[in-house]
């Protein structure tokens, strides 16, 4: 590459500098600076560090903003705002692509964004079962999981699993039935055992009283 292809290729750097992808203009500067160091100048170095610099510093803007849209994001699913939460992940999405390039030029924090997007998809599942629950605990002693499936819109395995975390976290007081997938709300057991045991102390009662 020749001094002139050198300086072309920056200009075009100094212009993308305003679109954003600061990752893929430190990758393309890497790889410039090989060519840059061969002709020993001033200028050429010079802009180079221009760039590099103005890049970086994007690059910890961006990070911020991704600091702060996780914050929100995290925010969202803990108020049960799950369309917002997804709407900050994917601006993280956005912000990440154009700060991360292929090599360790730049230390940009790593995410798994799949991660967070299945977790917020877990919370918002589970939040969605857990009203099914509530929707008819007040009205039928015992339902079929596959109810709580068609109301949450939940798949047969994750409420399964779902019912089962509730079941254990105290959330639901409930038995789960593995081989009929019923769900028998305990409060409901509990009643019907105490008037049982009401009706044997009052046939006791009763069989002193004939005595």
Known sequence: MNKKQIIQELTKLEKRLSGGDFGQILEILQDLTKSIILFDSIELTQRSETIYYKAM??????????????????????????????????????LYNRITNKSDLNKVTKIDLGALQQEIKSSEHEFNVYNALLGVIEKHARV?????????????????????????????????DETSKGIEFKFAVD???????????????GKGKKR
């Open 57 to 94: 510093n994007g690059i910890n803007e961006n990070q911020e903003k991704i600091d702060e849209l996780l914050n929100s994001a995290e925010n969202f699913k803990l108020e049960r705002d799950f369309s917002s939460a997804r709407n900050a992940i994917n601006k993280v999405r956005v």
């Open 191 to 205: 009643e019907i055992d105490e008037l049982l045991r009401v009706y044997r102390d009052w046939e006791k009662v």
């Open 144 to 176: 079929h999981l596959l109810e709580i499936t068609n109301e949450s819109k939940v798949n047969l395995k994750e409420a399964e699993e779902i019912v089962k975390k509730l079941i254990a976290e105290g959330k639901i007081k409930a038995y789960f």
